[in-house]
């Protein structure tokens, strides 16, 4: 993804907006697990957050006061991250633990998951490890109930250093490829089918990044074209993402 607007606070170091800048680079592939999480019948996921920069205009300031923050039951349509605010605001108020929030990718600041005893992303977190001794990094990862690992290390997708080709296509999207077809046979209608803001399935598909089951949708004649209520492409979506496996299939 290319977004050129990183929101920061006053106070974070260049190492911390650079992994602002990581976070929103790699954020597609935390949606695209948590995509394939919502389609397991036994969840693999321990947890999944992603950290947001919440800003409030202060009179006398500047600048807006911004504060990052977690969220967690995350939602994301390509443009817009929705989710439940975990954290209570230290200074703004016009956000509170437990609101259901909608902002823009361009505010993520952060995201993370852990599954089998390893974390995935946490950029930020690495970095303040990064600054803490052993011991610290210890009281650290226990409070969190998870181990972050090294510092220098960190990962994006499962099984990522045994299987490098996860980081261009989801294997859950390979292994249910020949299934899906079988689906789509006797129910062609979902390939005309639209949600409420006009997203298609290959809409969907195209911003999880799921190259094997848009193949299946081409060949049964999917309109790579359609648009979203937005005016939104497939196309759009896979540029804004930079999902490359996926243009060919919808050009």
Known sequence: MKNKEIFFARSDSQKMISAFEKAQDTFKYFWRELYWENRRIV??????????????????????EVEHMWINNIYFDGEMVEGVLLNTPNELTNVKNGDRVEIPLSQVSDWLFSTRDKTYGGFTIQ???SEMTEKERKEHDEAWGLDFGDYNDVLLVYEQ????????????????QAKFAEYLKENLGILTEKDDKGYSILHLETIAGNASIIEVLRQFGIDINDKTDSGRTAMDFAKLLNWTHIMPLIS
Do not use: C, T, W
Not at 45 to 64: H, N, R, T
């Open 127 to 129: 970095v303040l490890r």
């Open 161 to 176: 250093k045994e299987h490098p080709e996860n980081l261009i296509e989801h294997p859950m999207s390979k292994n249910m």
């Open 43 to 64: 969840p693999a996921l321990d947890v999944a957050y992603v950290k947001i920069a919440f800003s409030q205009d202060v009179e006398g300031l500047d600048e807006p």
